[in-house]
């Protein structure tokens, strides 16, 4: 349940957010910035304060150290940076995606809301997910042009300028909406999990939501223990019950919710639930929860731009008129794809997911022994580099640059830090294990070894 994934930005700024005399959030001068940031200064205008203000995206960052390896046939250069599908999807997608968008009829425009055959494919398909007694229907879903775009139109449906949102940390949010973050710190002694009493002692009355993402990213683990699933479906239920009995939403990102393997990701949609603090009879669902997911990572599509809110319809019709500003309908062609074959791509996608578990347990078997995993989950590894005194992104502008290994340092989806020495939470590494195969899982795990001589630092 921790911000830090699926690329959640809620980067928008729309006009109906009130003129501010001064910037919303302390800035550099104009051209301090533009230089550090290597962007255009012979601009005869001014960039929005709240964009110079907020980090530049982490992949390309990566990227740009990796530009001074020079690989060669027997040293590739091996990429665990960015959370993208490993695979294809299988050749019925393709083949439909590329029939549908000949079609002359997904030329036009659709309703805000999407198309009714994949709003009723994905209800039922919840229906599979969370149980035969999910209350979910149609009336409920909401087509976005992926979930960062959902996240996006959901904040700005719930908050206005000034208030505030709930946020874990590590995360990769900088609100440009006005919306101050409140930061829901994380600790790796408990796994990275967020913790209820330190989210309720932050609410305050300009709280507006409770933000989380679940299965946590990364932590839960595919095929984890019964055991472990459990405690996890009981903190979410804890969240969704302080955010009804304090008035605030629960925004749950679920992009990674098909790569649990072992139980469903919560019994939030079936009252009565088997978990006494979680919605009932008198805390129905859609009162507090909103639900979001992304078609990218289990249909391995992240280019055709899909996602999903589920929600009250209330809050579905609300949503819909910032969706009308922001994209008006969701891409046509594959909605049209994906709507009949949905119930037959469940094999494909239960298939995905065992390959990814497959891959964390590989990595963790040969991970060398001075790294250490924090937390798994999704298509992510946090782990603690072995190097004293050293923060997580010079070792991973050395791993790029000498080694061959793009990776990202934890301190990329975090607040950043005012100087003053290398702390704990500096040391965290991010891994993806789901764009490599499992050689180059070995080949990165035999490269961290190497790195522990060849850099020539202080190891723990």
């Known amino acids: 349940m921790i911000v830090n994934t699926i690329y959640s930005t809620w980067r928008q700024l729309l006009t109906r957010l009130p003129r501010h005399k001064g910037p919303l959030l302390p800035v550099p001068p104009r051209r301090q910035l533009d230089a550090a940031r290597g962007m255009a200064t012979n601009l005869a ?11 530049r995206p982490p992949i390309p960052q990566a990227y740009k150290w990796a530009e001074s390896y020079v690989p060669t046939p027997s040293r590739p ?31 036009g425009y659709l309703p805000n809301a999407g198309t009714p055959e994949l709003r009723r494919a994905m209800a039922a398909e919840m229906r599979d997910t969370y149980g035969a007694d999910a209350d979910v229907g149609p009336e409920d879903i909401v087509i976005t042009a992926g979930c960062n775009l959902a996240f996006v139109a959901v904040a700005m449906t719930l908050a206005d300028a000034g208030d505030q949102v709930i946020l874990p ?3 990769m949010t900088l609100t440009m909406l006005g919306i101050k973050p409140v930061l829901l710190h994380t600790h790796a002694s408990e796994g990275f999990l967020p913790s209820v009493d330190r989210a309720a002692e932050l609410i ?42 304090r008035g605030v939403a629960l925004v749950l990102d679920e992009t990674y919710r098909d790569f649990i393997t072992t139980h469903a990701p919560h019994h939030l949609f079936s009252p009565p ?35 999903l809110v589920c929600a009250a319809p209330a809050f579905a019709a609300a949503l819909c008129t910032a969706l009308d500003s922001l994209q008006i309908c969701a891409p046509r062609p594959p909605q049209a794809a994906l709507a009949p074959l949905v119930p037959a791509l469940r094999p494909f996608v239960r298939t995905t997911a065992a390959a ?3 891959r964390h347990a590989l990595f963790r078997a040969r991970l060398p022994e001075r790294w250490t995993i924090g937390s798994q989950g999704g298509y992510y590894a946090f782990v ?12 991973c502008r050395r ?7 793009v990776t990202l340092p934890a301190g990329f989806f975090m607040p950043a830090r005012e100087g003053g020495e290398v702390g704990e939470e500096d040391r965290w590494v991010r891994f993806s294990v789901a764009n490599v195969d499992d050689r180059k899982v070995e080949l990165v795990c035999e490269r961290l070894a190497e790195s522990e001589e060849t850099f020539g630092w202080d190891l723990d």
């Open 45 to 55: 205008f001014r960039l929005s304060n709240t964009i110079q203000a907020t980090g």
């Open 399 to 405: 791993l790029a640059v000498e080694a061959g290994v």
């Open 169 to 171: 940390v590590p995360w």
């Open 204 to 245: 305050t009355d300009k709280t507006k939501a409770i933000v989380l993402v679940t299965p946590n990213n990364p932590v839960s683990p595919s095929g984890e223990s019964l055991t472990r699933g459990q405690q996890l479906i009981n903190l979410i239920a804890s969240f969704a019950a302080l955010a009804h009995a």
């Open 356 to 358: 990814v578990a497959h």
């Open 77 to 107: 250069l091996l990429d665990m940076s960015q959370g993208v599908p490993g695979v294809p999807p299988p050749a019925a997608v393709l083949d439909a995606l590329e029939s549908e968008a000949a079609n002359p009829a997904n030329c």
């Open 273 to 307: 639930s088997p978990h006494p603090a979680a919605p009932s009879a008198d805390r129905p669902w859609r009162a507090t929860f909103v639900h979001l997911f992304s078609f990218s990572k289990s249909y391995c599509v992240p280019g055709h731009r899909l996602g």
């Open 384 to 395: 603690r580099h072995p190097f004293k005194a050293r923060s997580a992104e010079e070792v």
